[in-house]
């Protein structure tokens, strides 16, 4: 015998709100150091990006293999899965500002956070913090590029931080 139940239509999965998802302070630097033994220390940054130059010998365009990622996150406890974006940005005839992804076909340039791929927002803490390396980052020409802070259902950026490349 069914129960009733069963019987029923499906019901309709409830609308929730996008979760509530902050970051600030992203950095994007040339390495960092984190003691295992004292995690309460944090993380150690070194040699953050204000501008980007390509290596002696080289031009446009230009990659850098390894580029270390830092960012501070709050919000709605959960498991979230970070990534980075790259967008080069340009200023239209409008004095608009436009955003020209980096990826094959249009698509944008991103760097999903290394294995296990994931954060938790533990709501513990005031703030939870992360740092991981993405790369190759490619430079394709001179001008201002921004990175960008995503986590899968949050639909827009939740930090950015912009370099200049330069000659």
Known sequence: MMSSNQNDPEEPTPYREPPELQGFHLLTH???????????????????????????GFSF????????VYFQ?????????PRIRL?????????????????TDGEPREFPMPPPH????TGLNYVD??????????FREAGLYEFQ?????VGSPIARERVLARE
């Open 61 to 68: 365009p230009f990659r850098l293999d390894r580029v270390f």
């Open 73 to 81: 996150l709050w919000g709605d406890p959960g498991i979230y899965r």
């Open 30 to 56: 040339r390495t960092f150091w984190f003691d295992n033994r004292r995690p309460e220390a944090g993380f150690s940054i070194a040699g953050i990006y204000t501008h980007i130059e390509p290596p002696e």
């Open 118 to 121: 994931l954060v938790e927002i």
């Open 129 to 138: 913090e992360v740092a991981f390396p993405i790369g190759p980052v490619p």
């Open 149 to 153: 802070l995503w986590a899968d259902g």
């Open 87 to 103: 967008v080069r940005v340009s200023i239209t005839d409008d004095d608009e500002e436009e955003e020209i992804h980096l990826g």
